[in-house]
C-alpha cells in the first residue's frame, strides 16, 4: 500500500531534550515537505527537500532540522525543543513535477502530535 | 499573509444542501489544489486545477478557477454528514527557474465544515 508513516504519532517530552520525528514514504516520490499545523495559522511548511541530499528551508524553520540520505526517509530532528514547538506536524511527499509528471498532489502522513512541556 | 485564504472560515449546513468554500491568493500559480482534513488527521488530496484550467469536476466536487481574481471555489453538492472535515487551498507558484514548480504548496487556514444530519 502506498504510504507515508511517521513515528511516533504522539509524543510528550520536556524542554531541552533532544527528539528526532521519522518520516518514509514507500513511492519513490523525490518531493518531501515537513508541515506543522496550528490552531488559526493552517499549515506552516517547516522545510522541504527535493531530492537526497537536497534540503531548503520553508516559512518556519527556526528550531528544527531535517537530512535527507536516503530517498525514502526525511527525519525532523527537533535539538533542544522549547514549548512553542507544541504543535501536530505533518510529513507529506510527491513527485517532482516535470513532463512526465503532470500532477503533484501531495500524500501526508497521519501526523505527530508533540507536546513539549 | 497567507497566500490561500479561505472563506469563509466556518460553514454549518444541513445534509442534501451544497456548500461553497471560496479560496484567495495573491501570486502566480501553476496549479491549485484543494484538500480535505478529517479532525487531527492527515490531509487527503480532493482535486486539482491548473492555471489555464477554469472549471474542473470530481464525483460531488466542483472546482472554479478565476486566475484573473486570483480566486478559487470548491463546492461540494448533495453534502452528507461524511463530508463533515477542513477543506484546504493550497497554491503551487513558481519556482526559481523559468516557471518550474518545485512542488512546494502554501496552504491556506481552511474552512472548517460541518454537515447537519
Known amino acids: 500500500e502506498a504510504q507515508v508513516t511517521q513515528n511516533p504519532r504522539y509524543l510528550i517530552t520536556v524542554t531541552g531534550k533532544k527528539l528526532t520525528v521519522t518520516c518514509s514514504q514507500n513511492?519513490?516520490?523525490?518531493?518531501m515537505s515537513w508541515y506543522r499545523q496550528d490552531p488559526g495559522l493552517g499549515l506552516r511548511q517547516i522545510y522541504y527537500s527535493m531530492n537526497v541530499e537536497v534540503t531548503d528551508k520553508g516559512d518556519v524553520p527556526e528550531g528544527y532540522k531535517v537530512s535527507r540520505k536516503e530517498k525514502r526517509n526525511f527525519p525532523l530532528i527537533l535539538e533542544s525543543p522549547s514549548p512553542n514547538q507544541t504543535s501536530l506536524y505533518f510529513c507529506?511527499?510527491?513527485?517532482?513535477?516535470?513532463?512526465?509528471?503532470?500532477?503533484?498532489?501531495?500524500?501526508f502522513g497521519p501526523g505527530t502530535r508533540l507536546t513539549v512541556l | 499573509s497567507q497566500q490561500g485564504e479561505e472563506d469563509p472560515q466556518a460553514l454549518s449546513i444541513q445534509e442534501g444542501e451544497n456548500a461553497t468554500m471560496n479560496c484567495s491568493y495573491k501570486?502566480?500559480?501553476?496549479?491549485l489544489q484543494w484538500y480535505r482534513q478529517n479532525s487531527g488527521r492527515g490531509l487527503v488530496h480532493l482535486i486539482l486545477?491548473?492555471?489555464?484550467?477554469r472549471e474542473k469536476h470530481s464525483g460531488r466536487l466542483r472546482v472554479t478557477l478565476d486566475t484573473s481574481k486570483k480566486s478559487s471555489s470548491l463546492l461540494i453538492t448533495a453534502s452528507r454528514a461524511a463530508d463533515t472535515a477542513s477543506y484546504f487551498c493550497a497554491t503551487d507558484s513558481p519556482g526559481m527557474a523559468g516557471g518550474t514548480s518545485y512542488g512546494k504548496l502554501t496552504f491556506g487556514q481552511g474552512t472548517i465544515l460541518t454537515v447537519h444530519p
Open positions: 507529506a511527499s510527491s513527485f517532482r513535477l516535470g513532463t512526465s509528471v503532470p500532477r503533484n498532489e501531495q500524500f
Open positions: 501570486t502566480s500559480i501553476n496549479n
Open positions: 513511492m519513490n516520490h523525490e518531493y
Open positions: 486545477i491548473r492555471s489555464n484550467e
